[in-house]
């Protein structure tokens, strides 16, 4: 399946400077329509809002640890609700550790991926999804 580049993508991490980086990176992708949200909390309100209007997001982003709601959090309910439950989520995260590894598998997460990573990384990464 090719890559509409053209789908909303949701960037959502609580710090704004790795936010800028992946929108940044997956703009020199060829993304044009990305949004970005500074938490798990914020994050789910747009999904639901965006699923609401008829125009969900086609890739969610986002970031592990992070106040109100993190990522795994975040996975869970967008696994758990109709209409959404089968958006592509890629994990960013600093745990490497395998158990935390086995529970985003387990949550079913699209793919993850481990801080610090290249701009090569994110598009293997990305690609990889939607092969």
């Known amino acids: 399946m090719a890559i509409n580049y053209s789908m909303k993508v949701l960037v959502v991490d609580d710090m704004m400077t ?56 975040l996975l869970i309910k967008v696994r758990e609700t109709e209409g959404v439950k089968t958006t592509p989520f890629l994990m960013v995260t600093a745990e490497a550790e395998s158990s935390n590894v086995i529970k985003v598998v387990k ?12 701009p090569d990384t994110l ?7 939607f092969s």
Request: hydrophobic letters at 45%; glycine letters at 8%.
């Open 18 to 73: 790795m936010r800028k980086i992946i929108s940044k990176n997956m703009a020199q992708m060829g993304f044009t329509n990305i949004t970005e949200a500074e938490d798990g909390a914020k994050a789910w309100a747009l999904i639901a809002k965006a699923h609401q209007e008829g125009d969900p997001f086609g890739l969610i982003v986002s970031d592990w640890n992070m106040p109100k709601m993190d990522g795994l959090e």
């Open 107 to 118: 949550a079913g997460v699209s793919n993850f991926i481990v801080k610090p990573f290249t």
């Open 123 to 129: 598009t293997s990464k990305i690609k990889k999804i």
